[in-house]
C-alpha cells in the first residue's frame, strides 16, 4: 500500500512538472516564474520500494552476465529451505532454484542463495535483490497485483495446520478457546487464522513473531498452547523441536495455501523460463525420465515429447531463449519432480510428508503441465 501512495505522488508530481514544461516557453525578455507544486500523499519514514528494472528478457540477460541466479529462499524450514552447520542449503525449493541454475547454465551450482524472511521476501524481489523468490511462498490475489508479482505454477499443494503439545488433549480448534497461538507475522498464516477463528467464533491470542525460529522457540518454551502455519511447515519445524513425537499436528485444514515461485512482473521470458523449469520436471517424472536414465532415454527415445523435452528435437530451449538441452539439464543434474521430492521429503527424509495432491494427475494428484510442443 505505502509503495502504491508513493508511486501516485510520484506521478502527480511528475505529472505537475510536464504541466509546467509544457505550459508555453516564456517569450524573449519576459520574467520566468516557477511554481513548484508538492502533492503529499502519505508521509511515511521508510524510504520507498526500489523497483528493479525490467522487461522481457531483462532478467535473462542480467543473470547471465552476473554469471549466477540469485534465489530467495528460506533458512529456516528443513525439507524446503534450510541452511545447515556448514553454511550448505538444502531443500525442495532450494533445488528449484537448482534446477532453474541448471537450464539456463547448463550447472547446478550457479546458484546463489538469498536467505529471506517471510516479511523481507517481497521487498527483496521488487527492488531485484533476488531473481526469483522460491519459499514457501503462497499464491494470492493481492501477491499477484499489488505486490507485483507472478506466481509460476505450484510446485507444492498446502493448506494451513496447526500444531499442539501431544499431552494437552486439544484435539480440534474449538478446544483452544481463549488460548493463545503462536504464529509468524508477514504470512498468509496470520491472516487465515484471525478469518477462520472468527467464522467460527473462537476467542483467541495471536503471540506474532518474525521469523520461523523466534515462532517456534516460544511455542517449544509453552509460551503459547499451539502453533500454526503451513502443514508442510509444522511438519518441517516439528523434526527440530527437542521430542518430536510430543506434539500433534490437528486434523484441520484452515485453508488452501499454493506455494510455488515467484518473479517480478514484467519479464515475460524470465516467467516462461521460470515456469516451464517446473513442468520439465513435472513432464520428466510423467515419462519416467530420472538423473539416472537421462542419458539412455536420450538416445533411444522415440516418443516425439520426449525427445523434444531433452533437445533432440523442436528447438524448445531455443524459443525459452535458453539452450535446447536446457531440460535435459534439469532432469541430469537435479532430477525430476519425484526425485527431488523424495531426497528433500520422502519416506526416508526425517521431513516425510505423503505426496497426496502432490502427485501426478495420473496418481489422483494436481501435478499436470501442459505439453512440451
Ligand atoms: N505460505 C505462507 C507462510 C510461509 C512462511 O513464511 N512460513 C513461515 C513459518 S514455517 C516460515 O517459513 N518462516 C521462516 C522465516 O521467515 O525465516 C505464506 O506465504 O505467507
Redesign the pocket.
Known sequence: MRKTLWFMSMLIVVSLALAACGGGAPSGGGETVTVVETVIVEVTSSAPVVVAPTGFGVTLEAVKARGNLICGV????PG??YIDANGDFSGFDVDYCRALAAAIFGDASKVEFR???????FTALQSGEIDILS????W?LV?DTELGGNFVHTTFY?G?GMMVPADSGITTLADLAGGTICV?T??????NLADVMAAEGISYTPAVF????S??AAYAENRCDAVT??K???V??RTVLADPSAHVILDVTMSR?P?GPMVRHGDDQWFDIAQWTVFAMIVGEEFGITSANVDSIKTSATAPEVLRLLGNEGDMGLKLGLDNDWAYNIIKLVGNYEEVYNRNLGPDTPTYIPRGLNSLYTDGGLLYAPPVR
Open positions: 528460506n533458512s529456516q524450514v524446503f529451505g536467505p529471506v524472511t517471510a516479511a523481507e521476501r519459499r514457501n511462498t503462497t494470492s501477491r498446502d494451513q509468524q508477514g504470512t498468509t498464516t496470520e491472516l518474525e521469523d520461523a525460529d515462532t517456534f502455519t503451513d508442510s511447515g509444522l518441517s519445524r495455501e506455494l
